[in-house]
T-cell receptor
Framework: KNQVEQSPQSLIILEGKNCTLQ??????????LRWYKQDTGRGPVSLTI?????NTKSNGRYTATLDADTKQSSLHITASQLSDSASYIC???????????FGAGTTVTVRA | SQTIHQWPATLVQPVGSPLSLECTVE??????LYWYRQAAGRGLQLLFY??????ISSEVPQNLSASRPQDRQFILSSKKLLLSDSGFYLC?????????????FGPGTRLTVT
């Protein structure tokens, strides 16, 4: 069964600090992994997408890593800002499968 | 550029009442369309997907239904709402033939069944 597990469930950080979110998956055969940012009451917005051959991808202060051997990914937020407060969702897709596997998300709260 | 719209943004309905949520996509043709439901603290659950007009696949047995009367219009309906239907409903689209690549989400509809 394809599964995606995210940790921690939630975290609180001070503005300007860094943090790292984790994602473990068991999706097979692997196609790609994406990180989405979802503000409260809004739809998810894509931050990064990585295929099997990519092990790092950046989008501004967001850097995602992928280890396809251990089936782990991380999302690193650098110099956090108040606007980074959101839920971050890890999504994994299998080859030629319409059905994506979603993690439950990590809720990040940035405090001044 | 492509945009996806959903309405209404919020909805409060009594148990047993009907439901109609609408989703439209602009700036693309023949998209794959999806309806998801998001419960608090849980991952998104795929409800329906469509690869063309009148072609609907259901993922989860429930009292909801979906229809695609036009190429870029996707409707989620119910004849009688249950309390368990409360949640955040998201519509998404992806380019035709790209199931496993990028999906773009709409702004969502918050449904509260009372």
């Amino acid at each position: 069964k394809n599964q995606v597990e995210q940790s921690p469930q939630s975290l609180i950080i001070l503005e300007g600090k860094n943090c790292t979110l984790q994602c473990n998956y068991t999706v097979s055969p692997f196609s790609n992994l994406r990180w989405y940012k979802q503000d409260t009451g809004r739809g998810p917005v894509s931050l990064t997408i990585m295929t099997f051959s990519e092990n790092t991808k950046s989008n501004g202060r967001y850097t995602a890593t992928l280890d396809a051997d251990t089936k782990q990914s991380s999302l690193h937020i650098t110099a956090s800002q108040l606007s980074d407060s959101a839920s971050y969702i890890c999504v994994v897709s299998a080859v030629n499968d319409y059905k994506l596997s979603f993690g439950a998300g990590t809720t990040v709260t940035v405090r001044a | 550029s492509q945009t996806i719209h959903q309405w209404p943004a919020t909805l409060v309905q009594p148990v047993g009442s009907p439901l109609s949520l609408e989703c439209t996509v602009e700036g693309t043709s023949n998209p794959n369309l999806y309806w998801y439901r998001q419960a608090a603290g849980r991952g998104l659950q795929l409800l329906f997907y469509s690869v063309g007009i009148g072609q609907i696949s259901s993922e989860v047995p429930q009292n909801l239904s979906a229809s695609r009367p036009q190429d870029r219009q996707f409707i989620l309906s119910s004849k009688k709402l249950l309390l368990s239907d409360s949640g955040f409903y998201l519509c998404a689209w992806s380019p035709r033939g790209t199931f496993s690549y990028e999906q773009y989400f709409g702004p969502g509809t918050r449904l509260t069944v009372t």
